[in-house]
């Protein structure tokens, strides 16, 4: 029962008033007391021309109580509806029961196609945290997405062209006798990489010798595409261990290489619409009236750049998806480049595409003390997979300790362990900067991962324990203060799951859940679940149910699993 949607249509019928508009308009008051949902007539005071206080006295008056409406009240220029608390228990529970995994589950995307661009790392260096946002937030928003129907293509745009790996190839050519490249031969492709740039600030020569390694590169020479490709199946297979861990799925790994043979038609549809001007050796697209810097399509030097590359794929993205929406899950530093990169679409003609692409930035990750990860000096940054360990090592640890028995300890500190480093990334709008605290986001009774999967699993223990008959429940045991809270924000789940597709906004999920389970933990704490009475006990532990598959739900959606037992 959509709640908002019925209150809308009652109103509809009186006002005439759209019931889309209606139901966006309804809202939730801060406080049960006050109503469980209140419309603002404020919002009608131009179609009604009448004060508020009288519409809403208006309305009321034409308004019936009944079944799913026990009663309503005019407060200020507000309507407050109280629902039928007998009906909304008895409809939210057997809904959530018999849905199951589906609960939370739409359809509104069916037939539409939304291109996520996320992860991209930059090949021949081992992956490192500066990847770590991209990489969750883009895969919550591909199962989001997909969960509210659409049809998704996640593409990893890897970063496998250009002056950065031909130095690595170039160093690699000049040192490759003083290295091994055993299993971990990124390692070493990072450390000739390093010795490189070292040299190279000293020696200005080093530049020519990555821009020979480039040109090789352009030129299809067979020896330099062979260390060229050896490189990238070497990172590959870094990479893959670190999306194995976090559960990152790619529809499409073509990166910027994949764009080579694609840009020569980039570059002559921008000068038949004589979009490319001349400056200063190269060859730009001009924005004058957005008041930013013209976008550089061919530079100086005569070679294409990262923005050639992602109109080459913009244009493939358009004609091979056909998209509703393209998003490009990247830091904010990058914020200039996509929005010239946009606005040079809808000056190709693509007016349509160029809106429906979206740049979704977040804020930086900061160490405890609120300093940019790894930024004090000399200390060496870690790797995501050193990181991902620890945490796992850690989980295993406190595992230790608190369950020893626990059979496979291994498997749930990796999911646990996981999940704290996923849930933090998430837990706050992506857009504010992220802190990574070891002591914060593995604490089992915060608002983190762990805590979740240990409120699942709670969930998880109520079901085995009380090994009741759930088939035939009476929600009318569910009627107390704690219950109906927990009730409604179960009920509030699916538009929860909407409005964080709708806003790119993974955290309002995160929100919603940890909201779930204190809701749940107060209920926990104030009423005896196993008791005696045979239908509260079976009313309380469909409850719990319905608690623990709506969190299992909105964590797989954060891409972090659920264990069975902790
Ligand atoms: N490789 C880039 C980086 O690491 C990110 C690429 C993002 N995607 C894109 N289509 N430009 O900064």
Redesign the pocket.
Known sequence: MNYKNEIAKRINAITNVEVSSLEEYIEIPPNTELGDFAFPCFKLAKEMRKAPPAIAAELKEKLAEDEVISKIDVVGGYLNFFINKSAFAKNVVTEVLAKGDDFGKSDIGAGKNIVI?YS???IAKPFHIG?LRTTVIGGALYNMYKAAGYNVIGIN???DWGMGISKSIAGYEMWKDEYTFDENAIYSILAIYVRFNKLEKEDPSMTDKARDVLIRLENKDEETTKIWKWIIDISLKNYAKIYELLGSKFDSYNGEAFYNDKMDRVVSMLEEKGLLKESEGAKVVEMPEENMPPCIIITSAGTTI?ATR?LA?LLYRIENYDFEKAL?V??SE?SLHFKQVFKTLELMGYEKYAKSCEHIPFGLILDENGEKIGSRKGGKLPTLEEILNESIEKSLQIIEEKNPSLENKEEVAKMVGVGAIIFNDLSNNRIKDEIFDWNQLLNFTGETGPYLQYTYVRTNSILRNANVDLSDINTDELLDKEAIEVIRKLSEYPDVVLSAVNKNEPSLISRHLIDLAQCFSRFYNEHQIICDNEDTKKARVALSKCVGTTIKNGLSLLGIQTPEKM
């Open positions: 661009d991209s790392p930059n990847h745009h890897l970063g990262y992602d794929a490009y990247v830091g990058q």
